[in-house]
């Protein structure tokens, strides 16, 4: 199953995330950081599994990420 992989702990909460896949991304009041919803934490990582039909957009959002945050495996 293809996945989302967001090392948050070095985002910068610039929002394209947000933009581009409001369904799978949100910012946090707290520090301004995005926030994979659903994920799972794992070693400082977080973690989602996604449908295929997802998989495309999700790659253009780890490409726009300006500090290469979000990966996607499939």
């Not at 995330?17 to 400082?44: F, H």
Request: charged letters at 30%; glycine letters at 4%.
């Amino acid at each position: 199953m293809p996945k989302i992989v967001h090392y948050r702990d070095r985002c910068i909460g610039c929002n394209i995330c947000y933009e581009m896949q409001p369904e799978y991304w949100r910012l946090s009041r707290k520090d301004g950081k995005a926030t994979l919803i659903g994920s799972k934490l794992k070693k400082d990582t977080h973690i989602l599994d996604i449908p295929l039909v997802d998989v495309e957009m999700s790659q253009a959002v780890a490409e726009h990420c300006p500090v290469k945050v979000i990966k996607v495996f499939s």
